[in-house]
């Protein structure tokens, strides 16, 4: 299980341990005590209220991201609440409808104005400030619908769907403010990752590049970090690919040395990452120079190939297979793991990275001309469209 499957894990059980406790503790008993006065049935009152919380705070969620990218001077791309929303397309037009969105309860995808002095604190902290102006209303509400209820046991109701609403607002919270990574970037990961001040500037870089990518514009000029952490690795890549994509591979390895000789900063699983993304491309470019550096490589590191876990795992793999162990099992094995690697990929590595591929398929091809290996997905996806557009004929 990776880092991130196993936070997100926590944060699922912490989600319906919550759920579980206030169902059990609070909403039972008050069930027990009034149900048969309320005015519809108690599972659908229930029911209603875990729709109303979701659409309640999700409105809230997004609506505080909204207003702190305002006040922390971002422009707002798009804004999505459960993917309907406003979004600006390539033509620099506001458009509403579907958005597709990352996130649990929707997303507001921003661009600094200026990357210097735009800050996100505000786009943090303020879903979190209006679940407690959330909290404070609906404890109110509990309250006055107790009192009711001691005279008139059908305004039970009101307890039910306060903390119901209260409840599922508190898992989401909860989701969001983890501080980890879990399937999508949250507030709390954000906060945490921010808490670096090398990694505010370099967040807003990053903002800039999707912005340019989502708009279909030319990517800005960004920095290569000396500075090494697990985020502007990230943004390390972006200008690694750029020169791959140039032919630049001495220089793309170069900054990939930045993060293999990082002492501190940076996580060991992105080290190991960027030593298997430099042995790739010394395999494919350089294959003694990539033999001699895969000689040196410690049984963690080789373990980290085989979990086929990225591009650059994948290519080593089937190299590592098809060059050096002569396995043609093995190499087919690699392939086959590719388009569920690939689909993690980033909109703009994904070119660079099938490239790389397909030249190592080659590789493996020439020194082994009598291998049967699988075609690429994208291969196949192709044949099947012309054989489409033939059979339409």
Not at 156 to 181: A, E, K
């Amino acid at each position: 299980m990776k880092k991130n499957d196993f936070a997100a894990f926590v944060a699922y059980v912490l989600m319906f341990g919550i759920a579980i406790l206030v169902g059990l503790v609070w909403i039972r008993p008050i069930v027990s005590n009034v149900g048969n006065s309320l005015p519809i049935n108690s599972i659908l009152l229930v029911f209603i209220g875990i729709v109303a919380g979701i659409l309640l705070n999700s409105v809230l969620m997004e609506l505080g991201h909204l207003l702190g990218a305002r006040i922390g001077k971002y422009r707002v791309l798009y804004w999505s609440i459960l993917g309907l929303g406003v979004k600006t397309t390539k033509e620099g037009k506001k458009k509403f409808g579907y958005v597709k969105f990352d996130g649990l309860t929707g997303e507001t995808k921003v661009a600094p104005k200026d990357k210097e002095k735009s800050r996100l604190g505000a786009y943090i902290s303020f879903p979190i400030l209006f679940y407690l102006i959330e909290l404070i209303v609906l404890v109110v509400l509990f309250s006055v619908g107790a009192n009711l209820a001691r005279k008139t046991p059908s305004f039970g109701w009101i307890q039910i769907l306060s903390l119901v609403i209260l409840t599922v607002g508190g898992m989401i919270i909860i989701y969001d403010y983890l501080p980890f990574r879990l399937d999508s970037i949250t507030d709390g990961y954000l906060m945490m990752l921010l808490s670096k001040p090398v990694n505010k500037v370099a967040y807003n870089n990053m903002l800039l590049a999707e912005e340019a990518s989502l708009l279909g514009k030319e990517l800005p000029d960004i920095p290569v970090y000396d500075e090494v952490t697990d985020f502007t690795y990230v943004l390390n890549n972006v200008t690694v690919y750029s020169l791959l994509s140039k032919g630049s591979i001495k220089d793309a390895i170069k900054i990939l040395d930045k993060a293999i000789t990082s002492e501190k900063g940076l996580s060991k699983s992105l080290i190991r990452e960027a030593k298997t993304f430099k042995l790739s491309l010394l395999f494919t470019y350089n294959f003694p120079q990539g033999k001699e550096l895969y000689d040196s490589f410690e049984d963690e590191d080789r373990k980290y190939i085989s979990s086929i876990s990225t591009p650059s795992a994948l290519r080593c793999y089937l190299l590592v297979s098809g060059l050096i162990e002569d396995s043609e099992t093995e190499a087919n094995f690699a392939i086959d793991k590719t388009d569920k690697v690939y689909k993690s990929v980033a909109s703009n590595a994904a070119p660079i990275e099938k490239k790389l591929l397909e030249e190592d398929v080659a590789l493996v091809k020439q020194k082994h001309p009598s291998w049967s290996l699988y075609d690429l997905p994208w291969d196949i996806k192709k044949e099947k469209e012309e054989d489409s557009n033939k059979e339409n004929k």
